[in-house]
């Protein structure tokens, strides 16, 4: 079955940098676009990031462009996101979600890593 | 870009139907048939519901629907049942090649 496993959250300073990972399973990883998709505590579903398959195309909100970068290690069925300069308003629940891009929607779903910015 | 604009909150008795609006723009929406439906409930990650406007993954029950108008795409619930409460959410391609999402709604089930 799909899995989708997020780690690498936590508490950090603002204008300091963080490194999110996305573990897949049970699906070639290497067919599909991924995306973070982030929910800052009692508010909605952001979109942030896309990374096509092949990791050639790449698309990023306006509120993290410039600060975050999306990336993939197909051989290691791996999704990332460095998060630079952070800002309060980053805090949030970051979920790694698939895409199979033919129609573009969100079909699977991590259950999300905390990320924290705070002094 | 703003988010698509969805009522904040809708409810409705078991048995009754109701619909969720979702509008956005001729950017996004009123482009491409690219709408996509999520549920969630607390605590968990979202589900998806309905994708490409009107299609139903498999395993989601045939009381969810959607449709488009417009710039405007609808979910509607029949037959409600007090598991369907939780909250909704609406994303729509664009025409920048990136996604937006609504900003939520809130379904009771009274």
């Known amino acids: 079955q799909v899995q989708l496993v997020e780690s690498g959250g936590g508490v950090v300073q603002p204008g300091r940098s963080l490194r999110l990972s996305c573990a897949a399973s049970g699906f070639t990883f290497s067919s599909f676009g991924m995306h973070w998709v982030r929910q800052a505590p009692g508010k909605g579903l952001e979109w942030v990031a896309i990374?096509?398959?092949?990791?050639?195309?790449?698309q990023y909100a306006d509120s993290v462009k410039g600060r975050f970068t999306i990336s993939r290690d197909n051989s290691k069925n791996t999704l990332y996101l460095q998060m630079d300069s952070l800002r309060a308003e980053d805090t949030a629940l970051y979920y790694c979600?698939?895409?199979?891009?033919?129609?573009?929607?969100?079909?699977?779903w991590g259950q999300g890593t905390l990320v924290t910015v705070s002094s | 870009q703003s988010a698509l604009t969805q009522p904040a909150s809708v409810s409705g008795s078991p048995g009754q139907s109701i619909t969720i609006s979702c509008t956005g723009t001729s950017s996004d929406v009123g482009t491409y048939n690219y709408v996509s439906w999520y549920q969630q409930h607390p605590g968990k990650a979202p589900k998806l519901m309905i994708y490409d406007v009107s299609n139903r993954p498999s395993g989601v029950s045939n009381r969810f629907s959607g449709s488009k108008s417009g710039n405007t795409a609808s979910l509607t619930i029949s037959g409600l049942q007090a598991e369907d409460e939780a909250d909704y959410y609406c994303?729509?391609?664009?025409?920048?090649?990136?996604?937006?999402f609504g900003g939520g709604t809130k379904l009771a089930v009274l």
């Open positions: 994303s729509s391609y664009t025409t920048t090649s990136t996604r937006i």
């Open positions: 990374i096509w398959f092949d990791g050639d195309n790449i």
């Open positions: 979600v698939r895409d199979p891009l033919t129609n573009p929607h969100y079909d699977y």
